[in-house]
């Protein structure tokens, strides 16, 4: 495995890492048997990065992460991640107070069984609340060694700009694949410019890039992923299309369409790290194989022709969460 500096940090992390929310059954059915055997064999195959946060299962995803870890803690730069609410009383959605992050943050390490949490991220920006005030709480959190460095999810740049004058900012976290390439505008940008890590997660369009999903009927009913556009109906068909250019290159590499979009995200920047989801070790095995994959610059500039910024049919969230999304 290839590492990779985390921002304003003295850590280094996986080059690619683990995304964990897909374990607490959300595309399709969960097995936390497997799911917590897919964490170990990561963390055997080199794999130290693992991402999850409290809003994943109401903290089941926590729990979960925290099974998987036990024995393996110091192999292992963990991610967490709050102010996303599910289900509140009060029916809000966010809450970026400095009184929840120390709340939050204690609930976090019971759940995950450690002492201190390496990368805590505002999962997203709270409208009501200056991110001064958010960042000022969670370096009190920093004071109080709970946790190493922070960072922010779906944050405007300005808003990282501003989070980063009260205290070093180690990472933003935001969606970044082939399909999806809106942070080439200007987050990546200013991740270069604050000399922050760009964590870019479904780095697979959330398995359209796989190719495994070709039509509707390829999704479990239920499956959250429905409710996106990219797999409406009018818009799937268009961008399965594109997807064959991506088998193309693998055919040519002998390798899957998935390996083939992980390794050109690695290809982008230095400073990405993206954590595609997996819950089974054969699939988290291609994944990482990315790392050894080197795309020659006719594949580049095939796949970048293709998937030209804007081509993908669909908004990346519902328009309801899109609302939530670069504040």
């Known amino acids: 495995m290839q590492y990779r500096k985390l921002g304003n940090s003295s850590l280094e992390i996986s080059a690619i890492g683990l995304g964990c929310m897909t374990m607490i059954g959300i595309y399709g059915k969960a097995d936390d048997a497997e799911s917590e055997a897919t964490i170990k064999h990561a963390v055997d195959r080199g794999v130290n990065f693992l991402d999850t946060s409290d809003a994943y299962g109401n903290g089941k995803n926590e729990e979960l992460v925290g099974r998987a870890i036990k024995g393996c803690r110091d192999k292992v730069v963990l991610c967490t991640k709050f102010g996303n609410l599910r289900n509140s009383p009060s029916g809000k959605t966010v809450d970026g107070r400095p009184e929840y992050a120390a709340e939050a943050c204690e609930l976090s390490l019971k759940r995950l069984g450690i002492d201190v949490i390496d990368l805590y991220l505002l999962h997203r920006v709270d409208p009501d609340v200056p991110i001064e005030e958010t960042v000022g709480g969670m370096k009190t959190l920093i004071d109080a060694g709970k946790v190493r460095y922070i960072g922010l999810s779906e944050a405007g740049t300005e808003t990282m700009r501003r989070g980063h004058s009260v205290h070093p900012l180690s990472a933003v976290e935001s969606e970044y694949s082939l399909m999806y390439r809106d942070a080439e505008k200007e987050w990546l940008p200013t991740c270069d410019e604050l000399g922050m890590t760009y964590i870019g997660y479904s780095p697979l369009g959330r398995s359209l890039l796989t190719g495994a999903v070709q039509t ?21 068909s268009k ?89």
């Open 216 to 236: 509707l009927d390829d999704l479990p009913e239920g499956d959250r992923r429905r409710a996106h556009p990219r797999f409406h109906e009018a818009n799937l």
């Open 239 to 327: 961008n399965v299309a594109m997807v064959r250019a991506l088998q193309d290159v693998g055919d040519k590499h002998d390798c899957s369409p998935s390996r083939v979009a992980l390794a050109w995200v690695l290809a982008q920047r230095h400073n990405i790290v993206p954590i595609p989801g997996a819950k089974q070790r054969k699939h988290l095995d291609d994944n990482i194989a990315a790392a050894d994959l080197t795309l020659d610059d006719d594949d580049l500039k095939c796949l970048g022709d293709i998937f030209k910024p804007g081509a993908t049919a669909g908004t990346r969230y519902p328009e309801k969460q899109m609302g939530t999304v670069g504040i």
